[in-house]
């Protein structure tokens, strides 16, 4: 779900995806900032504090610390 600079696939829109890769992650947690959530789903990618935005999508910055 995710290409090989950690782009996730699906854009900023896809919450059934984001929910499906946060319950998989080890490293997920929750951004402290509650402004910064973008999903009414707590466990989601996100609202992980490990992504950084990007135009179309979003990044996963630990994603390769972890090999997830």
């Not at 998989?24 to 959530?37: A, I, P, V, Y």
């Not at 973008?38 to 990044?59: D, G, M, P, V």
């Amino acid at each position: 779900m995710f290409d090989s600079n950690n782009n996730f696939l699906y854009g900023k829109d896809d919450q059934c995806n984001a929910l499906l890769m946060a319950t998989r992650c080890h490293s997920f947690l929750l951004d402290s900032d509650e402004n910064e959530h973008s999903s009414n789903i707590a466990r989601s990618c996100y609202n992980c504090t490990y992504r950084k935005w990007t135009r179309e999508s979003f990044i996963c910055v630990i994603k390769n610390a972890e090999n997830i």
